[in-house]
């Protein structure tokens, strides 16, 4: 505004109407102040964090190492005599699908009942779901605080929202609050390296194995023996059978 | 146009001086205010900061179908309207448009689409998601205040 037609129509600063014009200014600009500094300090601390979403380099790890480190999580009686094993990456669909779908009758036929043990190991497949590793990060500072299934399975059921996100670790912290985790601890754990070894060693075990994709099923009832199996209800019920009869 | 609203001299022949619009200064602030809101949940929606939401389910609300009006996310179209109703504000409090009918309809015009959206919004929070979401909540109150700061622009429109 020229200071002129300002005067002209409002009077000089030093009237009433340009006294109301001054504090008016002077009131938005305090809060574009505020408003910028809020948004901008949640944008720029969240992209400066240095929060890890890829994959490490493990040097000097044998297989033994890389199995011991590769941990899963494990579901039902540690001591049941047939152990299912998912690998799977929490960005990819058909994982989505096989947790909404298969899952509850997995544990409705095998683990609840005490005849197997299901253990989730991760594979994140970055370079199709840039999402993948840091959700397996992230279900994993939740395991610290013992929460992985619950996590596990807010991360299957959210898959459509985090999945498109640019970076989801704001999500991954809002699923954290809403299952009551302590968000301090959680939001350390997420924005760091935390676990990137672990998710890395299972990443890499997996590979070892060849691993067609994800999910993919194992069955097997001791040490080394193991059967591939179909990604549905029946393959797992034909694994079983056929490890129980021996044929693991 | 009447002789207060013009600046023109008084009878004792000096001008006479009129505040700026008021009402305007009030939807100016508040707009600022409800931008910065659409703008942070703007931000959430395109994953570049957490929701901060205390007791509410604000990731229920914007997870829902109703979170985007096609591809693009609800809170873009918030920021588009606040930041319009604040610069029209801006702009009518220029000396040469203190007096202007169509800025004021303007803005009048676009709090009423912006309170009538914020009122279906909540309304599906209430019916239909059930669930809150406290920026959401806050969105829709500046909304309402604006529309309720830019009530004057009628008389004004009709005086002149």
């Not at chain 1, 929490?90 to 095998?110: D, R, S």
């Not at chain 2, 707009?31 to 395109?46: K, P, R, V």
């Amino acid at each position: 505004m020229s200071k002129k037609n300002r005067d002209r129509k409002y009077g000089s600063a030093e009237s009433k109407g340009g006294n109301e014009l001054k504090t008016f200014y002077w009131v938005i600009a305090a809060v574009a102040i505020v408003g910028i500094g809020i948004v901008g300090y949640s944008v720029g601390s969240k992209a400066m964090s240095p929060t890890v979403s890829a994959p490490i380099v493990l040097q000097g790890i044998d297989d033994t190492k890389l199995l011991e480190m590769a941990n899963p999580r494990v579901k039902g009686d540690p001591n049941a005599p047939i152990t299912i094993m998912e690998f799977a990456d929490f960005q990819c669909p058909a994982c989505g699908g096989f947790f909404a779908e298969v899952t509850p009758q997995i544990e409705a036929e095998f683990i609840n009942t005490g005849k197997a043990k299901f253990l989730f190991y991760d594979f994140p497949l970055v370079q199709v779901h840039p999402n993948a590793f840091l959700a397996a990060r992230a279900a994993r500072c939740a395991d610290d605080q013992g929460q992985f299934w619950p996590f596990h399975d807010t991360l299957y059921r959210t898959q459509g929202r985090w999945s498109t996100l640019q970076n989801p670790a704001g999500d991954f912290e809002d699923y954290a609050e809403q299952l009551g985790l302590d968000t301090g601890d959680f939001t350390d754990c997420l924005r760091s390296d935390r676990h990137a070894d672990v998710i890395s060693a299972s990443l890499e075990l997996g590979t070892k194995l060849q691993l067609p994709g994800t999910p993919t099923i194992m069955v097997g009832s001791g040490p080394g023996m193991r059967r591939r199996v179909a990604s549905t209800i029946e393959g797992i019920r034909e694994g079983v059978a056929a490890v129980q009869t021996g044929g693991g | 146009m009447t002789s207060e609203d013009s600046g023109d001299p008084d009878d004792s022949g000096h001008p006479r001086l009129q505040p700026p619009p008021r009402n305007r200064m009030v939807v100016a602030v508040l707009a600022l205010i409800g931008l910065f809101i659409a703008l942070y949940l703007l931000s959430y929606a395109l994953g570049l900061v957490p929701l901060l939401c205390g007791v509410s389910s604000c990731e229920t609300v914007q997870m829902s179908e109703w979170a985007k009006v096609g591809p693009v996310p609800v809170p873009a179209l918030g920021v588009l309207g606040y930041a319009s109703i604040l610069g029209l504000a801006m702009l009518g409090l220029q000396p040469a448009f203190a007096d202007s009918r169509a800025i004021g309809l303007l803005i009048f015009g676009l709090a009423a689409v912006g309170v009538a959206y914020s009122a279906f919004l909540t309304y599906l929070e209430a019916a239909v998601i059930d669930a809150w979401c406290i920026w959401c909540i806050a969105s829709a109150v500046v909304m309402t205040l604006v529309f309720l700061a830019s009530l004057p622009e009628l008389r004004r429109g009709a005086r002149t």
